[in-house]
């Protein structure tokens, strides 16, 4: 299918929307009232919903496999832009690695990875059907739009470690809204946070060439605790521009 073709088989699924930031040639992917052109999650049970205009996310989806919300459509390359926010941090994680700018991780005199407690909630973007090309979203130090999947894989040279590194913290306070504008063109990726660059053209080795979009699950309770980073998130003004 040709890329006008698909853009027009969005903008219907999605109820004929245009991007609510003015971009005549983007389509928006969340109508802002039901999740019409995403895909609930079999046995989800209303976790994933939409709450005062804006997809709300509660970490607990009773899905028997996949908890993420997907995208019905697939995509090549495009600009994505969205809005999100993390609601809560109810979780301290006590893990989290002090990550240096060119991907590495720092330790100690032993040579062991040196870990930090940080109140933390976790999610983010699926790229093209891939959770390894995921565009992250939590409260780590070294900021959102990691590419957690290709930089702790250590089969992938330095240079590409570093690239999906972010290159500064862009994130707004918890409970504030940020932006994400995910530009994806062949295997390379740029993320724009909040009007700052934190991912440059950085390349994705085998990442699909064309794929669904997710937003992702992240977390779990045992015994009504958290035992782990959950999806304490929210989402508005999704829309994509796919690209020659």
Not at 14 to 37: E, H, I, K, M, Y
Not at 117 to 122: K, L, N, R, T, Y
Request: overall charge neutral; glycine content about 12%.
């Amino acid at each position: 299918m040709a890329i006008a073709c698909a853009a027009t088989v969005v903008a219907l699924s999605a109820g004929g929307q245009r991007s609510a930031r003015g971009d005549t040639d983007s389509v928006s992917l969340f109508n802002g009232r039901d999740l019409t052109g995403w895909k609930i999650p079999p046995g989800d049970n209303g976790h994933w919903r939409v709450v005062d205009g804006v997809i709300d996310y509660d970490a607990q989806s009773e899905a028997a496999g996949d908890k993420s919300l997907w995208s019905e459509h697939s995509f090549g390359d495009f600009v994505l832009s969205v809005d999100w926010r993390i609601k809560a941090t109810p979780y301290t994680n006590p893990a989290v690695p002090i990550i240096r700018y060119d991907g590495t991780q720092k330790r100690d005199e032993a040579g062991r990875e040196i870990h930090i407690a940080v109140p933390d909630s976790d999610s983010g973007i699926y790229l093209r059907g891939s959770s390894k090309s995921q565009v992250n979203i939590w409260c780590w130090p070294i900021g959102s739009g990691e590419v957690y999947g290709y930089r702790t894989d250590a089969s992938m040279p330095a240079s590409v470690r570093a690239g999906v590194t972010p290159r500064r913290n862009a994130d707004h306070d918890i409970g504030a809204w940020n932006t994400f504008e995910i530009t994806m063109r062949g295997d390379r990726l740029t993320v724009v946070l909040n009007g700052q660059e934190v991912i440059g053209n950085a390349g994705l080795p085998g990442v699909p060439v064309r794929g669904p979009i997710a937003l992702q699950h992240h977390g779990e309770k045992k015994n009504g605790t958290w035992a782990a980073p959950p999806s304490l998130v929210q989402f508005r003004n999704i829309s994509i521009k796919e690209l020659p």
